[in-house]
């Protein structure tokens, strides 16, 4: 199993990315976004588990979609700030319930990360 995620870069404040992660080997019934910024704890972002769910800090401004033929799921990022600097990785797992969809610890799977930075 592989998870291979890209999609990363330099864009300006206000700018759009869309971050991609194809899975190779099997499907999986959760994937997710996570971040971690320098310094700081990784932290979720988003997740799909027959719905999407999302952060806070990125409602209305990021939009997660699967593509089930691709095996890929997408993170699409538009109104970009510079907070959103990170390294972005992606997840996956099966029997991942509810209340740990947020949570790192609930994913054994996970690709090898993107760098985003937001230039002001």
């Known amino acids: 199993v592989q998870l291979q995620a890209y999609g990363g870069g330099l864009v300006q404040v206000r700018g759009s990315l869309r971050l991609s992660c194809v899975v190779s080997?099997?499907?999986?019934?959760?994937m997710a976004w996570f971040r971690q910024a320098p310094g700081k704890e990784r932290e979720f972002v988003a997740g799909?588990?027959?719905?999407?769910y999302y952060a806070d800090s990125v409602k209305g401004r990021f939009t997660i979609s699967r593509d089930s033929a691709k095996n890929t799921v997408y993170l699409q990022m538009n109104s970009l700030k510079p907070e959103d600097t990170a390294v972005y990785y992606c997840?996956?797992?099966?029997?991942?319930?509810?209340?740990?969809?947020?949570?790192?610890?609930?994913?054994?799977?996970w690709g090898q990360g993107t760098q985003v930075t937001v230039s002001s």
């Open positions: 080997g099997r499907t999986f019934t959760a």
């Open positions: 799909y588990r027959w719905r999407e």
């Open positions: 997840a996956a797992d099966d029997g991942v319930i509810l209340s740990t969809l947020s949570k790192g610890s609930a994913y054994h799977y």
